[in-house]
């Protein structure tokens, strides 16, 4: 098991979507099926940065079939990167994702992932009585090469706890300090600030912050 660590609060990753409903990242959009979906011809590679920038904050949504939220998330989303003995930096945008999974009774997938699927961050729900949690998080990012001559090379890792991120039904997980995780040697994911509620989301809008 790799280990995380957090600042305040902690977290984990599990990497392939299984993608029953895929939705935009808006509260209008409609799920659609998997054969349904049409990404970009092109793929989309990140750009590793040799700096950090904050990253763009978004807030991610996903729908059972009869339309009724089932997890909202709402975060900044940072890949870093160690490659030739230094890190190196990738900010989720919000507007180049698409969110999908399912929505089960007590159990729910929500992955992100960027247009071309050069990018993924999946998050994987359970639910026991009146809390839910999140059991496994993973992540994956195939950016272009940080040097010329260096090969395309794909950084992945993913961890699993118990109860991550645990929090009253009806209720959400609210951490607005700095949040990384170590999912392998090569790769960490920063999650700031962090936001989340699943399973009961009613009106699509956060319970209290636990």
């Not at 929090?167 to 090569?186: I, P, R």
């Amino acid at each position: 098991m790799v280990r995380v660590y957090i600042g305040g609060c902690l977290f984990f990753l599990a990497a392939i979507c299984p993608g029953v409903h895929f939705q935009r990242n808006d509260s209008s959009a409609q799920a659609v099926s998997h054969s349904e979906l049409t990404f970009e011809a092109h793929i989309e590679q990140p750009v590793l940065q040799p700096s950090e920038a904050a990253p763009p904050i978004g807030t991610y949504m996903l729908k059972s079939p009869a339309g009724k939220p089932c997890i909202k998330v709402t975060m900044g989303a940072e890949y870093i990167v160690l490659e030739k003995k230094r890190s190196w930096y990738f900010n989720l945008e919000p507007s180049r994702v698409m969110s999908s999974g399912y929505c089960g009774e007590d159990a729910a997938v929500l992955c992100l992932t960027l247009l071309g699927n050069a990018a993924r961050l999946q998050f994987t729900f359970r639910k026991e009585k009146d809390i839910f949690f999140v059991t496994n998080l993973t992540a994956r990012v195939s950016p272009l090469p940080v040097c010329q001559g260096c090969a395309n090379k794909t950084y992945s890792g993913s961890v699993a706890h118990d109860k991550l991120f645990a929090a009253a039904d009806g209720q959400s997980f609210k951490c607005k300090s700095e949040n990384v995780l170590l999912t392998s040697s090569e790769l960490r994911i920063k999650l700031v600030p962090l936001q989340m509620q699943a399973f009961s989301v009613p009106k699509g809008q956060y319970g209290k912050g636990d």
